[in-house]
């Protein structure tokens, strides 16, 4: 793969994994019924494109790798879950929104799990990160329905931080799509049942719209950022994927007309500023 065709990757990588909120909202079901029809069309997705994408002379897992790969599907699929909550109640602005507040919780975590030094410059990402928070929710009243999807979409970076520092300590020397499907296969045995009685009153369209999340927004863009990153670097990676939040809110208002406010946009725009700059300063 050349570095153009590494970056247009990215780029499609990055606008599957912003549209996964508005398919969410197009699938017109209960965020269970979401992950668990999700996880059915993820692990074929994945399955296919490890035969295609896959690296067979990767190593197999360990005992104790699929033991994190496992804790590691139960962390995606709550991610989901609490994400896909986040957009019923507040709109895929606001879940978004939240959402990005990962790199935040990265930061701290990953300083406090793995003690690394954290840098000042990062301490001042999570500062203009939470002004953003603050900033995108009109008021903090836990009977609004704004605060309500605000608190579920941090839920859900937290969520995600945490499996992605997970993902650091458990997939080293994994072929990357192949340890992508065993989480997903884990959120498929331990979700899908739990949502099984819900799945035979989802309508074909939301079917229909559960298929595109799990195979362009899980399988393909997941297998397009694995792909790119043999080819950029990661903080180029990081960079293209602060653009994720944008794509996500521009299709929501072009769809759904959730036309942010003024200071929704004014805190949306610190919080991907905080992700863009912390990128391009990582080293």
């Known amino acids: ?20 909120g508005i398919f969410g909202k197009l699938a017109a079901t209960t965020p269970l019924a979401i992950v668990g029809g999700r996880a059915v ?4 997705a994945l399955a296919l494109f490890a035969q295609l994408f896959g690296d067979i002379r990767g190593q197999r897992p360990s005992l104790r790798q ?17 994400f896909f909550e986040s957009v019923r109640v507040s709109g895929v602005a606001i879940a978004t929104l939240g959402f ?10 990953e300083g406090l799990l793995f003690r690394e030094r954290t840098r000042p410059s990062e301490y001042l990402m999570v ?13 903090f009243d836990l009977a609004s329905q704004a605060t309500l999807g605000l608190l579920w979409a941090v839920l859900s970076g937290l969520l995600f931080a945490l ?5 650091r300590a458990s997939t080293r020397g994994l072929d990357p799509v192949q340890a992508a499907l065993c989480q997903n296969l884990t959120v498929l045995l331990c979700f899908t049942p739990v949502a099984w009685p819900l799945l ?27 792909s790119s990153l043999r080819v950029l670097k990661a903080r180029s990676a990081a960079v293209i994927f602060a653009l994720e939040p944008v794509y996500g809110i521009a299709f929501a208002w072009w769809l ?16 991907i500023l905080a992700i863009f700059v912390s990128a391009r300063m990582a080293r």
């Open 1 to 20: 793969m050349t570095q153009r065709k590494a970056l247009l990757a990215i780029h499609l990588g990055a606008l599957l994994f912003g549209l996964s």
């Open 41 to 44: 069309f993820a692990v074929l």
């Open 66 to 82: 699929l033991g994190l790969l496992a804790l590691g599907g139960v962390l995606l699929g709550s991610h989901w879950l609490t």
């Open 100 to 109: 990005a507040s990962f790199p935040a919780f990265t930061v701290l975590l």
């Open 127 to 139: 500062g203009v990160v939470c002004l953003g928070l603050v900033l995108v929710t009109p008021s």
């Open 163 to 167: 499996l992605s520092l997970l993902n």
């Open 200 to 226: 035979p009153g989802v309508s074909l369209p939301s079917w229909f719209w559960l298929a595109m999340l799990g195979v362009f927004c899980t399988g393909l863009a997941h297998s397009l950022f694995v």
């Open 256 to 271: 759904f007309h959730e036309v942010p406010t003024l200071r929704m946009f004014a805190g949306g725009s610190l919080i």
